[in-house]
């Protein structure tokens, strides 16, 4: 038997950081820097690029993001550098936006090109 399905009851403190992991993927930004992040590590200034974003605004989300545990840092000289905290929040967010590719018509990208494959980003607007 899967030891996921054994546990009948969940720890209260286990749930609550599962809402608050879940309230942090409750933003668009906050969704395209994990994406950005989930195979890679990224300076604020590389990400903000990346995101077309300010860096303050960056800074400010991973720092929730981070908060929640969700990304770490890893210093090197003046330059911190950020990644996925672990695997399950990778997926985490690679299922979620191969979830929302199923919400359109036709086959989803991820399924067209292969397992692991990237999808085609979404701007902002909603526009691959």
Known sequence: MDADMQAVELPDEQVELAVEIFRMLADGTRIRLLWAL????LSV???AQALDKPAP???Q???KLRMARMVRTRRE???VFYRVEN?????LVRDAIHNAEHASDGIPAHHRAGAGASVTPISADGVR
Do not use: K, Q
Not at 38 to 41: G, N
């Open 87 to 91: 695997d399950h929040i990778a997926s």
């Open 61 to 63: 989300h991973l720092a």
């Open 57 to 59: 605004a960056v800074s």
């Open 38 to 41: 989930r195979d890679t590590e």
């Open 77 to 79: 000289g003046t330059h």
């Open 45 to 47: 200034g590389e990400l």
